[in-house]
């Protein structure tokens, strides 16, 4: 018998309902009773990875440290778990396919006919249980992506009936996400949705053991009843998710309703009063802030959230960390030129431009830059930001009118930004930036060694293109220095003004490490100086009036 036991999650009714928070939280709460716990993410869609698709269509792309590009729900576990995920941890469709047909071109199938079942369903399963066989988790949680009935997911729910039927309900267990709509007409709850969903599930041999029920009202012990009877559960088993107005309620949310409990009982693991004491004291400062700050999130993906998921949550993180509550104005660099840029800027206590990739609004981050520098407005560039800031600087400081990225203008008489050496063989595009984690040497007397507090650091990435170091002496000479390097190759990690407040670009993914137990300090100490602005300002305000 395996002394790992495994929990899946699938949804139902509805996309977008929260499994990934829902299964973040449970996770939280197990670790917090001192359970080994991991959380992988299985995804429906054919493509390998993340890596090559636009933010509109799945949020952000999250980096880990060994440099795979996964889904955004990874940023979740990381933040609510404080662990690094890796490239197991999440796995698609692609991947899938692409190692079981790997393996029949090199002829380990012996001539036999390879089918969904058992080839396909079996290379699902060894994915599952990798964590497993290490000996080095309690509980695995497998968030499976889509909803119940989607074609796409049919393979993995056929894995999950296997792996319970192997190894038995003693062993494996799964939690159904639906979604409990409320007819406003009738003044009703209806269950009606959630029974079709539980009895698709179960056209596929799989019996939820637990039902988490997402609403907006809360769930009699009736409509409880009901649910249980039509679906084949314990009445304990059916688990209230009343919409939270902060996702890191949600853990707080679910041990009010005992759903580890009831995962820990058909385990046979004991329960105990999960240690969430630094969690809470996150909680409250997050929603009892002294302060009120402004900051612009500048890029141009901002119609869709999620495709900066990581740096909201890294605002809030820091927010907490200063008692102040980051109120994000979300700005799109194709709606900035120089004539609207104060109207749109001059109000802010702090100015963040976004990662991103292509030339289309790049002159409005340019726009933006120019003003905080001239202005003395805290300045965080990341990524392309960071290069926005070194263009912006070439233009206006040193005079290179027609400075710019290679990426966005190969014939430019100074490319200040340029295609990285290693990167320009390269024709594939998946998979082959210089992706994650990376040392840098920090300069000693400089704002990110004060803000380190370390002289070696390692940091995300996700990029081709780097700062040019041709041009390195004549921006030092000016005002704009190197302050962390990579050792090894020489690469420009961060630059920063000497003139200027703070005013920090960098070339990696801070956001991607920022977690509630140790937000990232260069958030934290960017929100102290944008907090600092605005008392400051508040101040001279007064002493005008």
């Excluded at 269509?57 to 729900?73: P, Q």
């Excluded at 409320?182 to 599930?201: M, N």
């Excluded at 679906?231 to 679910?254: F, H, K, R, W």
Aim: with cysteine.
């Amino acid at each position: 018998m395996p002394n790992t036991k495994y929990v899946f999650v699938t949804g139902g009714v509805s996309s977008s309902l929260g499994k990934g928070i829902v299964a973040a939280s449970l996770a939280k709460l197990l670790q917090a009773q001192g359970y080994k716990i991991t959380i992988q993410k299985l995804d429906p869609y054919i493509n390998i990875d993340p890596g090559t698709l636009n933010p509109y269509e799945h949020g952000e792309c999250f980096v880990t440290d060994d440099g795979a590009e996964t889904d955004l729900d990874l940023g979740h576990y990381e933040r609510f778990l404080n662990v690094p995920t890796s490239q197991a941890n999440n796995v698609t469709t692609g991947r899938i396919y692409q190692s079981v047909i790997e393996q029949e071109r090199r002829g380990e199938f012996l001539g036999k006919t390879v089918q969904v079942i058992p080839h396909i369903t079996n290379e699902i399963k060894r994915r599952i249980q990798v964590f497993g066989t290490s000996g080095d988790y309690d509980i695995v949680i497998t968030e499976i992506g889509g909803t119940v009935g989607d074609i796409e997911s049919l393979p993995y729910v056929e894995a999950v009936r296997q792996i319970k039927w192997e190894m038995g309900s003693e062993n494996a267990l799964v939690i159904h996400l639906t979604f409990i709509p409320y007819l406003a007409a009738a003044g009703e709850l209806k269950t009606k949705p959630t029974q079709h969903s539980v009895k698709t599930l179960m056209e596929s041999g799989v019996q939820a053991d637990i039902l988490v029920c997402r609403t907006e009202h809360e769930l009699s012990d009736k409509i409880r009843s009901k649910i249980a009877r039509f679906c084949n559960v314990s009445q304990e088993a059916v688990i209230e998710s009343i919409d939270a107005s902060t996702i890191y309620d949600v853990p707080n949310l679910m041990l009010a309703e005992g759903l580890d409990k009831v995962v820990l009982k058909k385990f046979g693991f004991q329960w105990k009063e999960p240690e969430l004491a630094g969690w809470n004291k996150f909680l409250f400062r997050h929603k009892n802030p002294e302060n009120i700050i402004r900051i612009g999130l500048i890029g141009k993906y901002v119609e869709l959230q999620d495709s900066y998921k990581s740096i909201l949550e890294s605002f809030i993180h820091a927010g907490a960390e200063n008692s102040t509550a980051v109120e994000v104005e979300c700005i799109h660099s194709e709606n900035l030129e120089s004539g609207n840029v104060p109207s749109l800027l001059a109000h802010l206590d702090g100015v963040l431009v976004a990662p991103g990739f292509g030339e289309r609004g790049i002159e409005g981050k340019i726009a933006a830059v120019q003003y905080v520098r001239e202005h003395h407005i805290p300045f965080f560039g990341i990524c392309l930001g960071m290069q926005m800031a070194v263009i912006e600087f070439a233009r206006n400081v040193l005079n290179l009118k027609d400075a710019n990225s290679t990426e966005m203008d190969e014939n430019t008489p100074d490319p200040v930004i340029s295609l990285m050496e290693s990167q320009k063989s390269v024709s594939d595009k998946g998979g082959t930036m210089r992706l994650g984690s990376w040392e840098c040497q920090i300069q000693p007397d400089t704002l990110p060694h004060r803000i380190y507090a370390a002289e070696t650091i390692h940091e995300r990435h996700r990029h081709r293109y780097e700062f040019n170091d041709q041009y390195r002496k004549m921006m030092t000479d000016a005002g704009m220095i190197a302050s962390g390097i990579n050792p090894d190759t020489g690469l420009v990690e961060i630059v920063e003004l000497t003139d200027h407040p703070w005013f920090v670009g960098v070339q990696y993914h801070p956001e991607y490490k920022s977690t509630v137990a140790n937000p990232h300090p260069l958030f934290v100490n960017f929100i102290e100086a944008a907090l600092k602005y605005a008392l400051s300002n508040k101040k001279n305000t007064a002493a005008l009036n």
